[in-house]
């Protein structure tokens, strides 16, 4: 193979897979998946076959040694897949080999012969590209003397090979390697270690590709989600830092913010922060931006970490804002859940797929710093630049509100993501003669001319309105 020579690799239709595996499989040789109980290694196996039957006009054979066909059928048809089906059709062979260490009796002489006649039979009969033997350890049930074990181990590897198939085997974890064998891993092209574990009563499933040879691909770990669509795996980046810059603007639906703003709005395509303590009118701003966004036409998608869209709609109705006919003509859409419901591997799952599936202009995320209840700032940082990598890759306009405690300098945000951010407006409150003012300021904003002021505002029947400084009573703060 030449220098600038890709490996040829079967794509797995797997979304998220083919991307960290920069295009799928190793095409013509083994693949390893080693995990706990639980983990996902059949359905990652399955999928990967099945997408290839359906997707890519690959044959494929199923050959299990733990689970009937029926079984399997029955557990895959909760994803759309029809074993039936595609058994008809001749495009697989689902295959039930049982093993039972009782019932053999292990000779020197002992080997898998048997196993390569039905394999060859069913390769031949469907003209077979894929194949997934699942799972090795209870195809080596029988064999407990470990030379003839490493040897038929080798030789399966090898039959494999040879016959040109794109195999994925999987395997339980051992205690103190990837397999119980201690040699798969050796043996196979590459090498996927799945992880489901458990934190603070909260479940998270991680994939790791240990190895590949012959291609570069992704080496960090990666959350993946299971779900009623199948498997879907979540790179840390989408596209890395190849951020169209939009030179579009878009209203914040506040006239004299956009006034402060150099008179347009944000950048379409950017990240806007609003942060402030309770009760300083970040939701309230946010839904301005919202309605503006639907009175031009564009799909919003709103996620709700603390309110229910029903209570938020009649919360902004109090103040002239009526995003209810939005909803009712489908140009905003709310996704509301409790932090805690789900780990951030699944929020962040579900935040791309709704995004994915509804494809707006513009999202809301309201308030991120209750991710904090089911995860450290780190891990909420991380969920966060993956939330904000896919969205600017997508040309999307993206609002997050920050909940500031009263303790902490306002120029600081719990969840740490104000780098993240192109647009950061602070919103406080200051009490003056016993009555409490809000004001507003914007802290940064890349790309444009921006005010420096300190502007007063106040929340009405019909909206939020910036004061002026005539209308403000001249108050100054803080020399502004």
């Known amino acids: 193979m030449t220098a600038n ?6 794509p797995s239709g797997i979304q998220g897979l083919d991307e960290i595996t920069n295009g799928g499989l190793p095409r013509g040789r083994p693949t390893l998946i080693c995990g706990g109980a639980g983990s996902g290694k059949t359905l990652l196996a399955a999928s990967f076959l099945l997408n290839g039957v359906v997707q890519f006009d690959e044959p494929g054979i199923l050959m299990t040694f733990e689970e009937t066909g ?69 195809l080596f049930a029988g064999l407990s003397n470990p030379g003839i074990l490493r040897a038929e181990l080798r030789r399966l590897f090898r039959w494999l090979k040879d016959k040109g198939l794109t195999a994925v085997l999987t395997g339980e974890r051992g205690e103190s390697g990837l397999t119980r064998q201690g040699l798969e891993e050796y043996v196979s092209d590459a090498v996927i270690l799945l992880d489901h574990r458990v934190q603070e009563q909260v479940s998270t499933r991680r994939l790791r ?75 309230s701003l946010a839904a301005h931006f919202v309605e503006a966004a639907c009175q031009r036409g564009e799909r919003c998608l709103y996620f709700l970490f603390e309110e229910s869209p029903q209570q938020l709609m009649r919360n902004m109705r109090s103040i002239g804002i009526n995003l209810q006919p939005w909803v009712d003509r ?50 909420v940082r991380s969920m966060l630049t993956r939330v904000i990598d896919y969205i600017k890759s997508q040309g999307i306009t993206g609002l997050f509100t920050s909940l500031t405690p009263g303790s902490k300098e306002l120029e600081e945000t719990d969840a740490g993501i104000s780098s993240l951010m192109d647009t950061w407006v602070v919103l406080f409150i200051n009490e003056d003669n016993r009555k409490r003012r809000r004001w507003l300021s914007v802290l940064k904003s890349r790309g444009m001319a921006h005010s420096n002021s300190v502007r007063e505002f106040i929340l009405t029947d019909h909206g939020l309105q910036v004061l002026d400084a005539e209308a403000a009573g001249q108050t100054r703060l803080g020399g502004v």
Do not use: C, W
């Open 70 to 138: 029926e079984e399997l059928a029955s557990d895959l048809a909760s994803l759309g897949y029809d074993l039936g089906k595609l058994v008809r059709e001749g495009k697989l062979i689902v295959d039930y080999v049982r093993v039972e260490r009782s019932e053999i009796e292990e000779t020197g002489e002992y080997d898998l012969e048997g196993l390569f006649v039905r394999l060859e039979y069913a390769v031949s009969s469907i003209g077979a590209k894929r194949i997934v033997l699942d799972t090795i350890e209870s």
């Open 5 to 10: 020579q890709e490996l040829a690799k079967s």
């Open 209 to 283: 590709i240990v190895k590949y040879r012959g291609s570069h691909h992704g080496t960090n770990e990666y959350p993946f989600l299971i779900d009623r669509e199948g498997l879907s795996v979540l790179p840390v980046t989408s596209l890395g830092l190849t951020h169209p810059a939009i030179e579009e603007r878009v209203s914040t639906g506040v006239t004299r913010l956009d006034d402060m703003l150099s008179g347009r709005g944000y950048y379409r395509g950017s990240t806007v922060l609003l942060s402030g303590t309770a009760g300083t009118g970040k939701t």
């Open 330 to 379: 489908g140009l905003l859409q709310f996704h509301a859940d409790r932090p805690s419901r789900f780990g951030l591997e699944t929020h962040l799952a579900a935040m791309q797929r709704a995004v994915r599936d509804f494809q707006p202009a513009v999202t809301v995320a309201d308030p991120v710093t209750n991710l904090l209840t089911v995860g450290t700032q780190n891990d």
